[in-house]
């Protein structure tokens, strides 16, 4: 039977558990919106040193690459999110930009991803890269659309296309 006691320390338990509860869901969201506002944060100036890309022919610099802008995109085939956000930038993108104008990177072993293109039936430039250039682009995060300006200075790096094409409109890359 329950006691008046054991039923008072029942109801004491689930008041802890239901503040311990709360207490988490909301420092969860805290985190989560820190989370959200640092990937958004788009606009940055870190310089990118030399980078070996592969374009099927020989290896590039990436610098050699960038003498004038360079708009990238990194997708994997190992990314959920990956071709939906492409697909998308490439239907928002489609009166905008030009698939000659950007770059796809893809890493150099991600045969899915380089098959997924080919689907597609559009003529990307596509550059394919390993290891170091994810490091050197310090992404923790795919898909990635950046801006690279001449000087080999990242100026946009985001995962949202939307974000992307409203930056490089802001920047007088585009014209929306």
Excluded at 110 to 135: G, P, W
């Amino acid at each position: 039977m329950i006691t008046d006691i054991n039923l008072i320390l029942i109801l004491i338990v689930l008041l802890f558990l239901l503040l311990v509860i709360k207490d988490i869901n909301n420092i969860d969201k805290a985190f989560l919106k820190k989370k959200k506002e640092s990937i958004q944060t788009s606009t940055i100036s870190k310089k990118v040193n030399s980078v070996e890309v592969y374009n099927g022919e020989g290896n590039l610099d990436i610098k050699t690459i960038t003498s004038s802008n360079l708009l990238g995109i990194i997708i994997s085939s190992s990314c959920p999110a990956c071709m939906p956000h492409f697909e998308n930038f490439l239907n928002i993108s489609s009166q905008l930009i030009s698939p000659k104008d950007y770059y796809v990177f893809l890493h150099e072993d991600d045969h899915e991803a380089k098959e997924y293109l080919s689907l597609i039936q559009q003529d990307f430039q596509i550059l394919f890269y390993k290891d170091n250039f994810i490091r050197e682009l310090e992404v923790d995060f795919l898909p990635v659309f950046f801006l690279l300006d001449k000087d080999g200075i990242i100026k946009i790096l985001t995962p949202i296309e939307q974000q992307f094409i409203s930056k490089l409109t802001n920047f007088g890359l585009i014209s929306a």
